[in-house]
């Protein structure tokens, strides 16, 4: 059966420890009971979390609804982000896991990409580097959410156009639950037919997630 | 087992008298090998805690040789056959003190292994977090798991089995524990690194404990003991609160089984107490989680369509022409459209020409095409007049002796051509008629080409003397064969898809105008007869076949007849099966909920 491999790049670095990363949990929540309540979704989507801070990992491996539970989040107590390492894990995730159409299986439908960092990448080469690596991997969407103060949006811009890259006041409950509300509905639009090179257009996202300005 | 736990196992052996040991001594050998395994297996369980930060020692008052309540350490010995090893073959639970130790090793007959020890409050780890293979590392620094697991195999593992080996033999011989044998327990606490799964999550905990996920109306079975460490000592175990989830709970078994209800998030509770707890109505508790998924087929809406739009189109359509042969359709909005009163964006077209041709067409508008409903109306309908006009002119008595020809000799190149040409100029042109068409209604709306874009399928046939002929034109995904029943099935093309599902060509796209290309796309045949030609959409052939190799294989295809005239007795060959049709197009294919559209000449 065809899936909708949906993959979400998650921040855990120092910064997120303590309330951020509760209120990150609490939205995966949202995500999930929101999800579960869409037929489509319940289905099709498959879910796969990995983080990044220090270190980069895989926090649960493509996984669907029926089945998912969400993990225990660890944050360290400081230290890098790493997030062209963690672009570089996804594409090889993305290179093993996602189902292409062959004459013997029908392909899964084009992966999306929801990325939330709260910072900016400390490997800022290797994040280079690895940008036209995810470009190369047919994802449907690549939204990438700068979250909180400390967030430098204009690295995000380099890797997903401007109505993908959204800002995130704070890193509380309340602005992390509209972001999965909003990243739910944006799953649910992903399993349109379209051309090859047709990118899906996303909902409009609630007041507290912003598209940043020029 | 817990490293505390062990050291105290091993403070309480040095401060035993000399009775305990002389019978422990009988177990000399074998135990102290088991004795080895144990504490092997103790510090990798202990380091992983370490790890996690968690480290929750518990201290025990050697002088004393009691244990703090609250802390205790219990010491489980699994008796165990010398060939089984068996989590379940728990049956004792001993306290770290004397007596009952002595007890339990003279009751024991064969080998004893002390597998774990677990303290009361131990840290929770979420039952799959804990499986080192989901963790995949990336990192450039040194403390990776990976590292932490080479660690194990290193020399300082080595060197803790050779120190307890030491402290045992000097426990073992001196029958007082000295303040020597302390510190080098209390040494080899401190230095251990390494890491292994640690799969059971400990029965107490501050965090709720994670179910399984059911899903309503589908069999619920989970044995609860998977939830204990093997040697908790459990002996008496519930569950509460499962009122409204449909489950219950065996009390014997152990297992939570039903057929669950109601979707949602539920929190029922544990309640377990252990053999050494000796009041029989005092119970420990915790916390489950239990999350319920919704039935998919319970999700889906039925929302009607927006009657006032300029393209609106019934949700569902269907047509029958009866001649020689019965020529049906059916066309019906999938469930994922429904589900958001959305257009169904399919359609399909038949004709019947008196002079013996069927006319079928099919098409799919593309999801993300605004007005793709209206593209595929406009294709199907068009395409029909165009042949009407021209097919006479184009397919005349010549043709017709050519046919015959072919048909006595395929392998005759130059007439096979002759025809090819004659039904590439016929059907390619009905095409592009359509296309011009779209481009008409684009430009009257000045909205963009693609927004119409459509996929099609056009056949044309006619029963001759020497028997069939079946041309088409394909574009885009779904299928259509000639299908024989248990013989073979010939497909005229292949359908059109890109790397990923959802992704295939429309019939307003530019390259698909390529000379080259648009030859490639008409097809014909010649066959004395068959059961059925059956142009389908990608709705039915994505559910029915999934893969482009199955589109080929002809068990699919019987299968899929079956299937159809269970529903539909089309062998009748009567004009009145619309209606079982478009039933039977409503067929349950989790995962498949596009439109589906299906054209039949039986």
């Known amino acids: 059966m065809r899936r909708l491999p949906v993959y979400l790049l998650l921040d855990t670095s120092g910064s997120m420890r303590g309330e951020p990363i509760e209120s990150v949990k609490m939205g995966l929540q949202m995500l999930l009971a929101s999800l579960r309540q869409d037929p489509f979704a319940l289905e099709s989507v498959y879910l796969c979390i990995i983080t990044f801070d220090r270190d980069v990992r895989v926090l649960i491996p493509l996984e669907g609804l029926e089945h998912f539970q969400i993990p225990e989040i660890q944050t360290p107590e400081s230290g890098p982000t790493h997030l062209g390492a963690a672009l570089k894990l996804l594409c090889e995730r993305v290179d093993n896991e996602v189902r292409k159409n062959t004459i013997d299986q029908k392909g899964d439908w084009r992966p999306l990409l929801f990325l939330m960092t709260d910072g900016s990448p400390s490997d800022i080469q290797q994040y280079r580097k690895m940008i036209p690596e995810i470009k190369n991997r047919n994802f449907a969407t690549i939204v990438a959410c700068a979250a909180g103060t400390k967030a430098r949006e204009e690295y995000l811009l380099e890797l997903t156009d401007r109505q993908s890259v959204v800002s995130l006041d704070t890193t509380d409950a309340t602005s992390f639950r509209q972001f999965f509300k909003w990243v739910s509905a944006s799953i649910s639009t992903g399993n349109m037919s379209m051309g090859a090179t047709g990118q899906i257009v996303l909902p409009p996202p609630p007041p507290e997630v912003h598209h940043v300005a020029v | ?602």
């Not at chain 2, 040789?65 to 010995?77: D, G, K, L, M």
């Not at chain 2, 120190?163 to 251990?192: F, M, P, R, W």
């Open chain 2, 1 to 602: 087992m817990e490293r505390k736990q062990f050291s105290a196992l091993i403070e309480f052996m040095a401060n035993s008298t000399d009775d305990v040991w002389a019978n422990f001594n009988n177990f000399a050998g074998v135990e102290i090998n088991a004795l080895l395994v144990c504490w092997q297996k103790f510090q990798v369980e202990k380091l992983l805690m370490q790890e996690q930060g968690e480290n929750k020692m518990v201290r025990t008052d050697n002088k004393n040789n009691t244990n703090n309540t609250t802390t205790a350490a219990r010491v489980n010995i699994d008796i165990i056959n010398q060939n089984t090893l068996g989590e379940k073959e728990v049956e004792n639970i001993l306290q770290a003190d004397e007596i009952a130790l002595v007890e339990e090793i003279q009751k024991s007959q064969s080998s004893t292994i002390i597998t774990e020890i677990v303290p009361v409050s131990e840290p929770t780890s979420p039952l799959k977090n804990s499986d080192p293979t989901n963790q995949v590392t990336a990192s450039n620094n040194s403390s990776s798991q990976e590292d932490l697991t080479d660690k194990l195999t290193n020399s300082s593992a080595k060197k803790e089995n050779a120190e307890l080996s030491e402290v045992l033999k000097e426990t073992k011989y001196s029958s007082a524990g000295t303040d020597n044998n302390k510190t080098e327990t209390e040494q080899t606490k401190d230095s251990i690194r390494a890491q292994a799964p640690s799969p059971k999550k400990p029965l107490v905990s501050s965090q709720p404990i994670l179910l399984p996920n059911g899903t309503v109306g589908k069999p619920y079975k989970f044995n609860v003991l998977k939830l204990c460490s093997s040697s908790s000592g459990i002996v008496e175990l519930h569950v509460e609160g499962l009122e409204s989830t449909g489950l219950h709970f065996e009390a014997d078994t152990w297992i939570l089984e039903g057929i669950p209800e109601k979707p949602g998030d539920f929190s029922p509770s544990i309640l377990y107490r252990s053999k050494r707890q000796n009041d029989p109505s005092s119970f420990a508790k915790s916390t489950l989680s239990l999350t319920i998924n919704a039935d998919p087929k319970s999700l889906w809406k039925d929302l009607p369509s927006d009657k006032t739009d300029p393209y609106w189109k019934p949700d569902s359509d269907s047509k029958v022409l009866l001649q020689k042969r019965l020529l049906i359709a059916a066309s019906q909005r999938g469930r994922s459209h429904a589900h958001e009163g959305k257009f169904r964006d399919d359609d399909f077209g038949l004709d019947y020409l008196n002079d013996g041709w069927y006319l079928a067409t099919v098409a799919d508008g593309a999801g993300s095409s605004k007005f793709s409903r209206k593209g595929s109306k406009i294709v199907c309908s068009c395409v029909l007049d165009y042949l009407k006009q021209n097919m006479g002119v184009a397919f005349d008595t010549d043709f017709e002796i050519n046919l015959t020809k072919y048909s006595c000799n395929k392998e005759n190149i130059t007439i096979k051509k002759t025809i090819q040409d004659k039904v590439y100029t016929l059907l390619a042109g009905a095409a592009h008629a359509a296309f011009k068409k779209i481009q008409e209604e684009a430009s009257i709306q000045s909205v963009p080409l693609k927004d119409y874009a459509t996929t099609l399928i056009v056949s044309v046939m006619r029963q001759y003397e020497f028997g069939w002929f079946v041309g088409a034109y394909w574009v885009g995904d779904g299928g259509i064969g000639i299908y024989s029943r248990d013989s073979d099935v010939r497909l005229l093309g292949e359908p059109d898809g890109g790397e990923f599902a959802g992704q295939t060509r429309f019939i307003t796209m530019p390259e698909v105008w390529e000379a080259s290309e648009i030859y490639k796309r008409v097809r014909f045949e010649v066959i004395d007869d068959f059961t059925a030609v059956i142009l389908m959409t990608d709705g039915i052939t994505d559910a029915k076949f999934e893969s482009e190799n199955n589109l080929k294989n002809i068990e699919k295809w019987d299968i899929l007849w079956d299937d159809l005239t269970r529903t539909v007795p089309l062998a009748q060959r009567d004009g009145s099966h619309e209606k079982e049709l478009l039933q039977w197009l409503n067929f349950w294919s989790p995962g498949n909920h596009d439109d589906r559209t299906i054209a039949i000449l039986v």
